[in-house]
């Protein structure tokens, strides 16, 4: 089949490779503009643009798609379907119509729960038991169309975002696949979303990322793993030289009591409102690498009773 693959995020990188390596005639790859990263802050080019252009595939970068102009190059690739895949602008109600079969999307959530921007983040927060990838006709609503298939996986205790990303997006290269050949047979069937259950995944502040200690200790745990690798949870304390930012990138529940923000042990356990949480994995501001909790004490010479705010 011709498919327009819109996406922008490592997330949507294997599904591209699969349809490639399907054999299907990928027309058009649409995906956001370079943005600035790095220590030097240069333009770097998402890692979609960075796959179509090692293929060969004309990549556009329009800044939206709702002018006149936009849906008439859209219009011409003539596409049997466009694959949609975290792609990061909204798509009106001409692009939508414009394939032959319209618009596939791959979701990281089981919809309707967890409709939005962030919907891995937000259920490793909600101490989700499990989550997965949908593939679902687009329609003008966020997140709304009907779905034609769904593949799901546990979120055992512990689970950061980063690692239940990393476990969905083969999952989700390989559900589109067997939609696209569905598609082509004509036999893809969709069902509408429940009326009921329907939750949405707003997106991540930096600001939210902050560890607010008076919390539970299950909810902070949850709050932490869910918030990495990106944007990452953060604490501030005094390491010498005034209050420094740290990012914690992985915690567990843990034993222990104490006023909230207290450093408990050598362990780093860290009492809660309720209970206590051992942070496994952080990094100072402006460090390349992580650490473990014991390696972060020793370095930040921290000893128990310190406060953490």
């Known amino acids: 089949m011709r498919v327009v693959f819109m996406g922008t995020p490592d997330f949507s990188v294997p599904t591209l490779a699969r349809i490639v390596a399907d054999g299907h005639e990928v027309v058009a790859v649409y995906t956001r503009a370079p943005a600035r990263a790095g220590?030097?802050?240069?333009?770097?080019?998402?890692?979609?643009h960075i796959l179509a252009d090692s293929l060969a595939i004309d990549v556009s970068i329009p800044a939206s798609l709702k002018t006149d102009a936009a849906a008439a190059v859209f219009s011409g690739h003539r596409a049997d379907v466009a694959v949609v895949v975290a792609y990061g602008l909204i798509l009106p109600q001409g692009i939508l119509d414009a394939p032959r079969h319209g618009c596939l999307n791959l979701h990281g959530s089981l919809?309707?729960?967890?409709?939005?921007?962030?919907?891995?983040?937000?259920?490793?927060?909600?101490?989700?038991?499990?989550?997965g990838v949908g593939i679902m006709r687009m329609e003008?609503?966020?997140?709304?169309?009907?779905?034609a298939l769904e593949a799901r996986v546990p979120i055992p205790e512990g689970m950061t975002a980063g690692a239940l990303?990393?476990?969905?997006?083969?999952?989700?290269?390989?559900?589109?696949?067997?939609?696209?050949?569905s598609l082509e047979a004509g036999n893809l069937s969709f069902t509408p979303q429940a009326e009921n259950g329907i939750v949405y995944a707003h997106k991540i502040t930096n600001e939210e990322g902050r560890v607010d200690w008076t919390h539970p200790s299950s909810e902070i745990?949850?709050?932490?793993?869910?918030l990495s690798p990106f944007p990452g949870a953060f604490f501030e304390a005094?390491?010498?030289?005034?209050?420094?930012?740290?990012?914690?990138?992985?915690?567990?529940?843990?034993?222990?009591?104490?006023?909230?923000?207290?450093?408990?042990?050598?362990?780093?356990?860290?009492?809660?409102?309720?209970?206590?949480?051992?942070?496994?994995e952080l990094r100072r501001a402006?460090?390349?690498?992580?650490?473990s909790g014991e390696e972060f004490l020793r370095g930040a010479r921290l000893s128990a009773g310190a406060h953490l705010a």
């Not at 220590?39 to 979609?48: E, T, W």
């Not at 919907?119 to 989550?131: F, H, K, L, N």
């Not at 990012?247 to 529940?253: D, S, T």
């Open 39 to 48: 220590r030097g802050m240069g333009l770097k080019p998402s890692p979609v």
């Open 165 to 181: 990303h990393d476990t969905l997006m083969p999952l989700g290269a390989d559900l589109m696949s067997r939609a696209l050949v």
């Open 221 to 226: 745990a949850r709050h932490i793993n869910g």
């Open 286 to 291: 402006g460090k390349g690498g992580s650490a």
């Open 140 to 147: 003008k609503g966020l997140d709304t169309g009907p779905v």
């Open 111 to 131: 919809l309707p729960r967890w409709r939005g921007a962030a919907p891995i983040q937000r259920a490793v927060m909600a101490g989700d038991t499990e989550s």
């Open 238 to 280: 005094d390491l010498g030289k005034g209050p420094e930012r740290v990012k914690v990138l992985r915690a567990e529940r843990s034993e222990g009591s104490g006023a909230p923000g207290t450093l408990l042990d050598s362990s780093c356990t860290i009492a809660c409102g309720e209970g206590a949480v051992r942070l496994l």
